[in-house]
């Protein structure tokens, strides 16, 4: 392949998708956002590990998630189920409905004012 056009390819290809600040890859079992300010919905199979970082995101998981990791400030998350949460950073919000099988999910907090709860 002519090495200008595989770098034109690219180029078209790179522009074509613009800026992006959520990134997601649900195919892949993982789903990873960053950004600041975005608000999204993820649905998770069983197997998904999910890692959110940056400040001020507002996410909602549907499905069954492996695992939870927050990083950042003031990240507000909604998890329907999972068997792990890992909040690393200060203000972050978990709230889950239910844990994986009949166990609570395993939480680890690191950093203040985080909150990992379970929904009513």
Known sequence: MNKKLGTAVFMM??????????????????????????TATHACT???????????NTVTLTGECKSVTVNGTDNKVKVEATGAI???????S???????????????RTGTDNKVTQEK
């Open 86 to 92: 890992s909040v690393t950073g200060n203000s972050n």
């Open 46 to 56: 069983p197997g998904s590990t999910v890692e959110i970082t940056g400040t001020d």
């Open 13 to 38: 290809v790179a522009c074509a998708f613009g800026p992006m600040t959520a990134v997601a890859q649900e195919g892949s079992g993982n789903i990873d956002i960053t950004g600041n300010d975005e």
């Open 94 to 108: 978990v709230t889950w409905k239910r844990g994986l099988g009949k166990s609570k999910p395993k939480i680890s």
